[in-house]
């Protein structure tokens, strides 16, 4: 029962360099999301989908780009990266949008140097 | 001010003692969530609820609507429950984007 699946679980990134952190999960839900977690801070919404197809932003959606082109599937892409983007990136995902236990992945610390 | 505020932010408790996390939130809600992340860990969902109270093994989490406030509970403590406890609530928006999270109360158990 894998759950929610995230990769890499590290990385460490140049400023300008790009990149895509994966997730997945195996659950067939339809609602998924993106969140960074800075320290100090609440988790913040990066992006979310409601649906294969269908993305919105979050709080926080300036410097990334996601995708849904499956019910499985939502990466997240880091176009140009920057040290405002060091962060803890969790994805995570539930069956219905306003009332439903949440499965998050194990995160993915990106360091921006 | 935070929509969701926790309290308090650091807790070291012995083991075997009863501990109380609070959570206080300023607007309506429609269900709030309890969180555990363990050092270096992911986020794993304790509770949801939106009345009452629920329990599960040693954990209680209780809600009071018309307080906007909620309390989780860990009776006779251990060191594996040492661990960041977050608090999160639904917005009463009824959008998949307003869930709101607090910063999270650090737990430490010790022997």
């Known amino acids: 029962n894998a759950g929610v699946t995230q990769t890499p679980k590290f990385r460490i990134l140049k400023i300008g360099q790009s990149m895509t952190l994966q997730c997945t999960q195996d659950?067939?839900?339809?609602?998924m999301y993106w969140y960074r977690q800075d320290p100090g801070m609440g988790l913040k919404l990066i992006y979310y989908s409601v649906g294969a197809g269908i993305t919105d932003k979050g709080e926080v959606p300036n410097g990334y780009n996601v995708s849904r082109s499956t019910t499985e599937d939502f990466p997240l892409r880091l176009e140009l990266a920057a040290p405002s983007q060091t962060s803890v990136y969790f994805c995570?995902?539930?069956?219905?949008?306003?009332?439903?236990?949440?499965?998050f992945g194990e995160g993915s610390r990106l360091t921006v140097l | 001010k935070n929509e969701v505020e926790q309290s308090p932010q650091n807790l070291t408790a012995q083991e075997g003692e009863f501990i109380t996390i609070n959570c206080s939130y300023s607007?309506?809600?429609?269900?709030l969530h309890w969180l555990q992340q363990h050092p270096g860990g992911g986020i794993v969902s304790l509770f949801m609820l939106s009345s009452g109270k629920k329990k599960h093994g040693r954990l209680i989490a209780t809600i009071n609507i018309q307080e906007k406030h909620s309390s989780l509970h860990i009776t006779a403590s251990h060191p594996r429950d040492s661990a960041v406890y977050i608090c999160?609530?639904?917005?009463?928006?009824?959008?998949?984007?307003?869930?709101?999270f607090g910063t999270g109360t650090r737990l430490q158990v010790t022997l």
């Open positions: 659950m067939n839900h339809n609602y």
């Open positions: 999160a609530v639904h917005l009463n928006t009824g959008t998949a984007s307003k869930l709101t």
């Open positions: 607007v309506g809600i429609s269900a």
């Open positions: 995570a995902s539930n069956t219905r949008r306003v009332v439903g236990e949440l499965f």
